[in-house]
T-cell receptor, first 112, second 112 residues
Framework: DAKTTQPPSMDCAEGRAANLPCNHSTISGNEYVYWYRQIHSQGPQYIIHGLKNNETNEMASLIITEDRKSSTLILPHATLRDTAVYYCIVRVGDTNAGKSTFGDGTTLTVKP | NAGVMQNPRHLVRRRGQEARLRCSPMKGHSHVYWYRQLPEEGLKFMVYLQKENIIDESGMPKERFSAEFPKEGPSILRIQQVVRGDSAAYFC??????????FGDGTRLSIL
């Protein structure tokens, strides 16, 4: 699986959009980008995933650059409950079979 | 619609005892994964199982650790002769066809 690079920490004001970047310059053509978050030592929570098109669901949006070497997770209106560690993972395939390799993630702190 | 269930949530063992951690996957999921998270660190993959088969155990320590996912019943992660360094949070995840991996809330193992 490709290695990802994320900033160690970010702050965001409550109600504003949180934009979390991820670099995955060695991503292969069959690798998907997944985002998870972990709130205060709970189990990681799936957020969103994509291959090359931008994706949106009820939690967030995922923007993947055309060359697929980086992506951005967008939380459109951050709340205090979005404070968590956010992990960007790249994995082969869309079947969700196989291990996930977690890096150190980005600690997002949403401030009032 | 129950999620991934792990028990116990907290487990205390003395050095040299055995620890057995259980994971019931989400309904319809046939893939199970175990991850370990040491204090202040990220999640590390341990083992990936399908029913009655170990698919990938590249993250499992060579000794004292074993995992199974029988045809009936939960997946079990077994740690024999526990040592202080085994103290960690152990997370289980499950996935199924076209479903993202979902994680349980983990078992916190403390070794006295």
């Amino acid at each position: 699986d490709a290695k990802t690079t994320q900033p160690p920490s970010m702050d965001c004001a409550e109600g504003r959009a949180a934009n979390l970047p991820c670099n995955h310059s060695t991503i292969s053509g069959n690798e998907y980008v997944y985002w998870y978050r972990q709130i205060h030592s709970q189990g990681p929570q799936y957020i969103i995933h994509g291959l090359k098109n931008n994706e949106t669901n009820e939690m967030a949006s995922l923007i993947i650059t055309e060359d697929r070497k980086s992506s951005t997770l967008i939380l459109p209106h951050a709340t205090l409950r979005d404070t968590a560690v956010y992990y960007c993972i790249v994995r082969v395939g869309d079947t969700n079979a196989g291990k996930s390799t977690f890096g150190d993630g980005t600690t997002l702190t949403v401030k009032p | 619609n129950a999620g991934v269930m792990q028990n116990p949530r907290h487990l205390v063992r003395r050095r040299g005892q055995e620890a057995r951690l259980r994971c019931s996957p989400m309904k319809g999921h046939s893939h199970v994964y175990w991850y370990r998270q040491l204090p202040e660190e990220g999640l590390k993959f341990m083992v990936y199982l399908q029913k009655e088969n170990i698919i990938d155990e590249s993250g499992m320590p060579k000794e004292r650790f074993s995992a199974e996912f029988p045809k009936e019943g939960p997946s079990i992660l077994r740690i024999q002769q526990v040592v202080r360094g085994d103290s960690a949070a152990y997370f289980c995840a499950s996935s199924g066809r076209n479903q993202p991996q979902h994680f349980g809330d983990g078992t916190r193992l403390s070794i006295l």
